[in-house]
Nanobody
Framework: VQLQASGGGLVQAGGSLRLSCAAS????????MGWLRQAPGKEREVVAG???????YYADSVKGRFTISRDNSKTAVYLQMNNLKPEDTAVYYC???????????????WGQGTLVTVSS
């Protein structure tokens, strides 16, 4: 399984970014797909995820601002991030696993990470 994340960049507070994760070797609707982030000096955390059946999970810190979606035909998962805040600055990773829950940051397969920087 290979995952490749893209779409990070520099954005001002209040702005938006859309992250993409291309998956090869499996379809995104058969396993748990998650977006995690790690800020400097902080532990890696799960910000959003989707179960195979389509149920979504969001960390409290991003609820109402981030939206996870998937495109089964393109084996891709997306993270739409709106109203970004400086505290959202981190390296974002897409990841996949077969065992729930989404909120457990132990994932089996990882993309390379994409940096999101939100300026104040």
């Amino acid at each position: 399984v290979q995952l490749q994340a893209s779409g990070g960049g520099l954005v001002q507070a209040g702005g938006s970014l859309r992250l993409s994760c291309a998956a090869s070797g499996r379809t995104v609707n058969t396993y748990i797909m998650g977006w995690l982030r790690q800020a400097p000096g902080k532990e890696r955390e799960v910000v959003a995820g989707m179960y195979a059946r389509g149920d979504e999970y969001y960390a409290d810190s991003v609820k109402g601002r981030f939206t996870i979606s998937r495109d089964n035909s393109k084996t891709a998962v997306y993270l739409q991030m709106n109203n970004l805040k400086p505290e959202d600055t981190a390296v974002y990773y897409c990841a996949s696993k077969g065992v729930p829950p989404i909120s457990n940051p132990r994932y089996d397969y990882w993309g390379q990470g994409t940096l999101v920087t939100v300026s104040s």
